[in-house]
């Protein structure tokens, strides 16, 4: 099956279309999303961050918290259907969950390779670093996951991002 990466402005669109099972949305604190019709409340895991890698007064920026919950959330797929997972713009908190997300499923995959295949998929992405270290140590990936997003540089510059499937299995 396979992970959907989107911006908001295609969250329902895709959830008519593509019927999901599962939902991740990564946006501000203060801006929350109703469910999509046709997917289970309980499915639906809402992180709540700042697309910011650094610490900024005033802005929350990703945790180790966030990144637990994400973990926990996608052990949790079955992956009978797909998985949609957004931010804000499409760009750079829902690639970097995407990643998490296929490396999660894929322990002895090449990081590289799940890497190089989000650039492939999406010339905008540009993984938020700070999810990609929290996961990387988290999932004790001893620094790949980070190497490897590092590799694919980032994402030319956008507004927003258009909607991509990563495959979730390698």
């Known amino acids: ?6 911006p908001l402005s295609y969250v329902d669109t895709i959830a008519r ?3 999901p099972s599962h939902l991740v949305t990564l946006l501000d604190p203060d801006h929350e999303i109703e469910t999509p019709e046709g997917i289970a409340p309980e499915r639906h895991l809402r992180l709540g961050c ?7 007064e005033g802005l929350n920026p990703p945790d180790a918290s ?3 919950q994400l ?4 052990g949790g797929w079955n992956a009978s259907a797909p998985i949609v997972v957004h931010c804000w713009a499409g760009i750079s908190r829902s690639s970097a969950a995407a990643f998490v997300l296929a490396c999660q499923r894929n ?7 799940i890497a190089f295949e989000i650039r492939r998929k999406s010339r905008y992405a540009t993984p938020n670093p700070r999810i990609v270290e929290l996961a990387d140590m988290l999932m004790a990936r001893q620094g790949r996951m980070i190497d490897a997003a590092h590799a694919i540089g980032r994402g030319e510059l956008a ?3 258009r909607p991509f ?3 979730a299995d390698w």
Do not use: Q
């Not at 973990?71 to 996608?74: D, K, T």
């Open 1 to 6: 099956m396979t992970i959907i990466v989107c």
């Open 17 to 19: 279309t593509r019927k």
């Open 50 to 56: 700042h697309d910011v890698s650094d610490f900024v």
């Open 66 to 68: 966030v990144v637990r």
């Open 71 to 74: 973990l926990a959330f996608g």
């Open 107 to 113: 322990p002895h995959a090449s990081e590289h390779e």
């Open 159 to 161: 507004h927003e991002g």
């Open 165 to 167: 499937d990563l495959k």
